[in-house]
């Protein structure tokens, strides 16, 4: 299968990706003084993908959060939510199968859709009045 993979990588190319959705609230004023103590949550969501010829596309939700912590103790006050999808249309002469398609969405997918998404979380937190949050390198396990 990898080798497979591989050959389909070589030959895939990225043609679109657009914001088709966000919504994003904050939630809570921080207490300045416990502000530098917060839990983020980052979690890439479900995947789905449709094929039309040469073509297809992979819809990419994800959510991230803020959530206020107290002295080490329990994180229980939300501060900033943010839910998103993109859509990614990419171009492959080779089909997709599920097979094919488990493994672009596990690896690939999270990778090309990364940069927007850390560029949509630092924006928005700017925009309600947080300091900006950059999202970390993004690390895909085999």
């Known amino acids: 299968?990898?080798?497979?993979?591989?050959?389909?990588?070589?030959?895939?190319?990225?043609?679109?990706?657009?914001?088709?959705?966000?919504?994003?609230?904050?939630v809570a004023n921080p207490e300045p003084e416990d502000y530098p103590q917060v839990e983020v949550s980052y979690k890439p969501k479900k995947a789905s993908f449709?094929?039309?010829?040469?073509?297809?596309?992979?819809?990419?939700?994800f959510s991230f959060s803020v959530t206020e912590c107290k002295d080490d103790s329990e994180c229980s006050r939300k501060i900033f939510t943010l839910k998103?999808?993109?859509?990614?249309?990419?171009?492959?002469?080779?089909?997709?199968?599920?097979?094919?398609?488990?493994?672009?969405?596990?690896?690939?997918?999270?990778?090309?859709?990364?940069?927007?998404t850390r560029e949509l979380v630092q924006n928005a937190m700017v925009r309600v009045g947080l300091p900006p949050y950059t999202l970390p390198v993004l690390r895909i396990k085999r």
Not at 8 to 21: K, M, T
Not at 50 to 61: A, I, L, M, R, S
């Open 84 to 116: 998103a999808k993109y859509v990614l249309v990419y171009e492959s002469k080779v089909p997709m199968d599920d097979e094919l398609c488990n493994l672009f969405k596990r690896r690939n997918v999270p990778v090309n859709v990364h940069p927007y």
């Open 50 to 61: 449709c094929q039309n010829g040469d073509c297809f596309e992979v819809t990419q939700d």
């Open 1 to 26: 299968m990898e080798q497979r993979y591989d050959e389909f990588i070589r030959q895939v190319n990225l043609l679109d990706i657009h914001l088709l959705s966000v919504d994003y609230e904050k």
